[in-house]
């Protein structure tokens, strides 16, 4: 299951802004319902710009004490190619001062000092990115070769 943040914003944060505190709110709420899926089986990946380190190691510390494994994976890419990618022109917005509160622009990012997997994306295909994931992702499932190879593996297709 991915959880995607843009998405938990339509319905289940959506009464909630970009106030660092409401950034909080968003990450936990994501996470207690990260935990919901991973307690029924499901493999959940939750895409979700996490500005501060202690949400992060709050929803890792929350996981880690109901037994589920937690991996915190890094997107690590310049604010320089993260605004090349801009699909809607939210960094140009930020920039003009249309939108305030804006990650990386006017409120504050932390990059991770303990991501269990970095992605350079400005330096990887997306390809090479996704097999890295792909691979990270399997190691911590521990799936059985017959499901590894269904899954993406040799022969496999995702």
């Known amino acids: 299951m991915i959880l995607d943040g843009d998405n938990l914003r339509h319905g289940l944060c959506a009464d909630l802004g970009f106030s660092l505190e409401d950034r909080a709110e968003n990450i936990r709420r994501a996470g207690e319902v990260a935990k919901l899926m991973a307690e029924s089986g499901l493999v959940v990946i939750s895409s979700l710009i996490s500005p501060l380190c202690k949400e ?19 997107i690590d890419a310049p604010i320089a190619a993260c605004e090349k990618r801009d699909p809607r022109g939210l960094y140009q917005k930020a920039r003009k001062g249309e939108i305030k509160g804006f990650t990386g622009i006017d409120s504050p990012y932390e990059a991770p000092q ?8 400005a330096n990887e295909k997306v390809e090479e990115s996704v097999g890295r994931l792909l691979e990270h992702v399997l190691g911590l499932v521990q799936l059985k070769e017959v499901d590894r190879t269904s899954a993406g593996g040799p022969g496999g297709q995702i």
């Open 56 to 74: 992060r190691d709050a929803v890792r510390s929350s996981c880690h004490a109901s037994g589920l494994n937690f991996s915190e994976v890094y």
């Open 114 to 121: 303990k991501a269990d997997l970095v992605l350079h994306t």
